[in-house]
């Protein structure tokens, strides 16, 4: 490529990071305004700020994902366009160096007409590797998220359960949401998110508003499910350990229904890996002689023909 082709998209990856960097600073800006003023717990004045796309997008998704910090948002994009920009100049090095000239060349030499049928994938890595490289951070975000999830989906049950239990006792949410929590490791998403809670709590602001915001940071189905219902009876004033107890059942309910449900998936997962493993052993058993003996009786019809 010629030097003009790479100081362009050197020039554009820039304005992309300072574009991505100046997005950053303004939502940390917001955030630090909304600290100082306490988090007005004002819910219209929230969703002015959030209607404004200011922390949505990419930044909403790293919150969710558990990148809370004001600089997430600028260590995304720095590491995404570091890493494009490592992989162009990987892919110029090797195109300085002849280097993908040469594995075309020796991929088109294997006869039969396969090399010609193999170079455009070999030319096609070296920009499958960029777009690889580029993508090594929103595929970390993306496991942290799953991760996230499938640990907040494990710990829901049990704590709708004990929250169920303590509620019948005749102790009430907070009190029993304290006790659960106490008891409980404080590195657990879930644990963290409804320590928010109780820090918002504190802060003054009311119930209803505190519940929002934890499920709107979570922004999962099964406790979206569980905070509208508890919000849902603050409305109308309805028992607690009510709601507990049915959204305790719900639960159990879901996951036998789940776990059916992978059990029943378990054969249809297992095909892939039986005909990965076993049909080429089988073809090996079954067909291997006869491809021997046929490969030895052409050998020698070709050596009768070159000897005539």
Known sequence: MEPAIW???????IVLFVW??????????????????????DSESIAGVESEGQISGISGWLYRA?????????????SSIALLLIGFGVLFLLQRGAIIDIAADLVRSIPGGVGNVLVPFVL??????????????????????????????QDLPLLLDL???????????????????????????????FRNYQADQLAGRPRIEGLRRIMHSVDIQAFSTFISALVQAEQVG????????????????RRREKASAAAMAVPTLLVFPMVIGFLPGIFLIF?????????????QTLRGVSGG
């Open 66 to 78: 558990g990148f809370r910090e004001t600089y997430a948002t600028t260590v995304f994009w720095a």
């Open 238 to 253: 309805a028992g607690i350990s009510e709601t507990l107890m049915v959204q305790a059942a719900d639960f159990r309910s």
């Open 7 to 13: 100081l362009g998209l050197s020039a554009l990856l």
């Open 124 to 153: 096609a890595i070296p920009w499958f590797l960029i777009v690889l490289l580029t993508m090594v951070p929103t595929l970390t975000v993306r496991a942290f998220r799953r991760k996230r999830i499938g640990e907040i989906e």
């Open 287 to 299: 067909l291997g002689p006869m491809i021997y003996e046929a490969s030895g009786a052409l050998g």
């Open 163 to 193: 929250l169920s239990t303590l509620s019948q006792a005749g102790i009430g949410f907070d009190a029993a949401l304290e006790r659960v929590l106490s008891a409980s490791s404080p590195t657990r998403p879930l644990v963290m998110e």
């Open 20 to 41: 991505a960097w100046s997005r950053s600073v303004r939502r940390a800006r917001i955030l630090e305004r909304l600290d100082r003023e306490n988090l007005d717990s």
